[in-house]
C-alpha cells in the first residue's frame, strides 16, 4: 500500500532562513505529488504538485520543491522564511493514471513550522 | 479562499448519535471528497462522489456514507457515532471526473465535530 512519510513532526526556523521539509513516499510507481499547508482553522491550501515534467517545481508563496525518484523524495523548500509561513505542511500522493482531479490523496502526518522572529 | 464552504463549523454528539455535515463546492465543480483528520494525523481519504454517484471509497465502514446533489452540495453521513469520530472533516471539490485532467481539489475549511 502506498504510504507518505513526513520525518520531522516539528522544525523551527528563524525568519529569514532557508527552510528544506522532508518527504518520502513509498509506492509502485511514481505517483503525483503535492504539498499543503494548512493554518490553524483553515483548510489546506495547495502550495504546488508534481504530475511530470521538469522535476524542480515552483509552487506559491515563494515555494518550491524537487523530486528525486532515485530517493523516492519530494522535499519542500523555501530560500527565506517569513513569520507568516508558520503553519502545517502535508506532503501528500495519489496513485498516478487514477486521473487528474478526482484522484484520492494520501498524505503524510505532517510537519508543523515554528518560526522564530 | 477557496469559494468552498462547510457547515456547521463545530458540533459535539454523544456516542451512538447520527450526524449530517455540509459542503457547497464551487459552481461547475463535478466532483467532491471527502477526508477525515484526527488530531494530530494527516487527513484520511473517505470517499469521492462524480455526478451524484460514489467514485471510489477509503477504508471506512458503510456507516460512513455520502450524497451529492446537483447543485454542487454534498452531505457525509455518520452513523453510530464513536469516540474515534472526533476529527476535523474536510471536503475538497474539483471541476473534472473520471477522465484524467490535472485540476486542482479545492478544500473547504472543515467541520470539527467532537464526539462524547
Known amino acids: 500500500a502506498q504510504s507518505v512519510t513526513q520525518p520531522d513532526i516539528h522544525i523551527t526556523v528563524s525568519e529569514g532562513a532557508s527552510l528544506e521539509l522532508r518527504c518520502n513516499y513509498s509506492?509502485?510507481?511514481?505517483?503525483?505529488l503535492f504539498w499543503y499547508v494548512q493554518s490553524p482553522g483553515q483548510g489546506l491550501q495547495l502550495l504546488l504538485k508534481y504530475f511530470s515534467g521538469d522535476t524542480l517545481v515552483q509552487g506559491i508563496k515563494g515555494f518550491e520543491a524537487e523530486f528525486k525518484r532515485s530517493q523516492s523524495s519530494f522535499n519542500l523548500r523555501k530560500p527565506s522564511v517569513h513569520w507568516s509561513d508558520a503553519a502545517e505542511y502535508f506532503c501528500?500522493?495519489?496513485?498516478?493514471?487514477?486521473?487528474?482531479?478526482?484522484?484520492?490523496?494520501?498524505f503524510g502526518k505532517g510537519t508543523l513550522l515554528t518560526v522564530n522572529p | 479562499e477557496t469559494g468552498v464552504t462547510q457547515s456547521p463549523t463545530h458540533l459535539i454528539k454523544t456516542r451512538g448519535q447520527q450526524v449530517t455535515l455540509r459542503c457547497s463546492s464551487q459552481?461547475?465543480?463535478?466532483?467532491v471528497s471527502w477526508y477525515q483528520q484526527a488530531l494530530g494525523q494527516g487527513p484520511q481519504f473517505i470517499f469521492q462522489y462524480y455526478r451524484e454517484e460514489e467514485n471510489g471509497r477509503g477504508n471506512f465502514p458503510p456507516r460512513f456514507s455520502g450524497l451529492q446533489f446537483p447543485n454542487y452540495s454534498s452531505e457525509l453521513n455518520v452513523n453510530a457515532l464513536e469516540l474515534d469520530d472526533s476529527a476535523l472533516y474536510l471536503c475538497?471539490?474539483?471541476?473534472?471526473?473520471?477522465?484524467?485532467?490535472?485540476?486542482?481539489?479545492?478544500f473547504g475549511p472543515g467541520t470539527r465535530l467532537t464526539v462524547l
Open positions: 459552481s461547475g465543480h463535478n466532483t
Open positions: 475538497a471539490s474539483s471541476l473534472s471526473g473520471r477522465l484524467p485532467s490535472t485540476d486542482t481539489q479545492y
Open positions: 501528500a500522493v495519489a496513485p498516478r493514471g487514477s486521473g487528474g482531479s478526482n484522484y484520492k490523496l494520501t
Open positions: 509506492y509502485g510507481a511514481t505517483p503525483y
